[in-house]
């Protein structure tokens, strides 16, 4: 939601910026490297957010208790800022409060676009339950559910492990605003995929109120080693070379010896010539996994400029040779990780490389827009890392792993050659969303996820028959029109945008295709061919 500042409200911080990241940058001795430097503007911006929180929540008339505290910051080229908040109540983080103050280059207030609006109270912040009753009503619920917000082949947790100290916070995502309790509990799945839930219950009932998978998947088997002879940028230490990449963020590669836990024993090879091609020989995945991450950081520092997934300068790491015939690879935030199995077997690693992208891209959505992981949101957040994924394919553009908009392509999850995904018709897997409805929102989100899908696609593409890099598509439209592509490099310049500048942690179909329609006037003008082909595509899939 966008809501104009009353004339008075203008709060301007133009010279503590330009102080602030003159003392990060000008100090006595080398200059630091480019990587270092834009770690530190960053550091320094939200420094300058945080500096204006208290004048900001005043003029936007939030309420006594409320605080804001800056989580990201995005600045254009013109000086123009983004600054992205979470919100407090009586020092309780507020779920789904979340806000974004957009600033022009002399530091005046432009608009705001607020996940909720209006002032947050409660008549009470003490619970009614206690947080032993909260931990074990959280517990079981786990306990009870099957794949909640999980890949459509996931079991029920079959060990609920260790669980975290209920956390009081307020639920502001949908409904009134109420107490509530947020417990993060850990097991493993009955497949042997880890699981890191974290549940949002009524502080008063115990109702759940809401379910997030933070172990982010996707399932499948693969058929060998996918990214053929590459490139590695390796570190030597002393005589011996490690998979440790220091020209990105010291991301590394790591081997757990078919463990389920842990960081791993870092990869060395004595003449920096690693693995055969081959499943049998262990380093073969590590090749494939360490190539993955990079491609994946090169594709945001080329394409956005964005310095690592959470845009810090720090490298993700990756796991391989996770568990024993583990058919599936998963993003953990909390290791800042990508961890892989070996597949059927211990034979198939699945290290292909939009599977990579796709788990990464889930990071970034943390890490900026932080999309709730259910109902249409948690489709936009799925689709996201679909749209990433399917983007970092094309930048690697590689000879084994023809780019292409299917996702999944090669682990033939479903046993007979199909994909996991297609872009151009989603409902082609048997389960995915072609276009917009009111129980999209219901859907599995990684079924929800075709209408946004489905809009990359035509936006990219466009309509009809057509033949890309030698793989035939035929994309519908939900109204028969005729939608004409503008290209992925643009489409995706649009769609980055709007998820770090506008989209919110509740940003709905409705409310991505604003957002999208801002980033496109941002980037290319308001009635600019590429304004007009976004609001086609998102009409052809029944958004409007």
Known sequence: MKRKLAAGAVLSATALLTGVIQVSTAQAGPAPAPQAQAAQQRAALIAVANGQSAPLARALALGGQEQLVAKDAVVDANGTRHLRYERTLGGLPVLGGDLIVHQGADGAVQSVDKAVDGQLSLPSLTPALSADKALAQATGAVRATVGIAADKDEQAISEVGRAGTPALVVWAASGTPRLAYRTVV?????????SRQTLVTDAASGEVLSTHEDIQTAAGTGKGVFVGSVPLTTTLSGSTYQLKDATRG?????????????????YTDADNAWGTGLASNGQSAAVDAQ??????????????????????????????????????????????????????????????????????????????????????????????SDIFGTMVEF??????????????????????????????????????????????GS??????????????????????????????Y????????????????KAAQIWYRALTVYFTSTTNYKAARTA?????????????????????????????
């Open 186 to 194: 850990e097991g493993m799945r009955a497949d042997g995929t880890p």
């Open 250 to 266: 010291g991301q590394y590669t790591t081997d757990l010896k078919n463990k389920t836990s842990g960081a791993g024993t870092l």
């Open 291 to 384: 190539y993955g991450v990079a491609a994946t950081w090169d594709f945001y520092k080329n394409t956005f400029g964005r310095n690592g997934i959470k845009n810090n300068g720090v490298g993700a790491y990756s796991r391989v040779h996770y568990g024993s015939n583990y058919v599936n690879a998963f993003w953990d935030d909390s290791c800042f990780c990508m961890t892989y199995g070996d597949g059927s077997g211990n034979t198939h690693p699945l290290t292909e490389i939009d599977v990579a992208g796709h788990e990464m891209s889930h990071g970034v959505t943390a890490a900026t827009a932080g999309l709730n992981y259910s109902g249409e949101s948690g489709g936009l957040n799925e689709a996201t």
């Open 395 to 440: 930048y690697a553009n590689l000879p084994s792993d023809n780019p292409d908009y299917l996702i999944g392509e090669l682990i033939n999850i479903n046993g007979n050659g199909t994909p996991l995904r297609y872009m151009d018709k989603p409902s082609k897997d048997g389960g995915s969303a072609d276009y917009w409805s009111s129980t999209v």
């Open 443 to 472: 859907k599995d989100v990684h079924y929800s996820s075709g209408v946004a899908n489905h809009f990359f696609y035509l936006l990219s593409e466009g309509s009809g028959a057509k033949t890309v890099n030698g793989v035939s």
């Open 474 to 489: 035929n994309s519908p439209t939900s109204n028969g029109s005729t939608v004409t592509g503008i290209g992925r490099a």
């Open 516 to 544: 999208t329609l801002k980033a496109a006037t941002d980037l290319y003008g308001t009635g600019s061919a590429e304004y007009n082909a976004v609001a086609a595509a998102w009409s052809g899939v029944n958004v409007s």
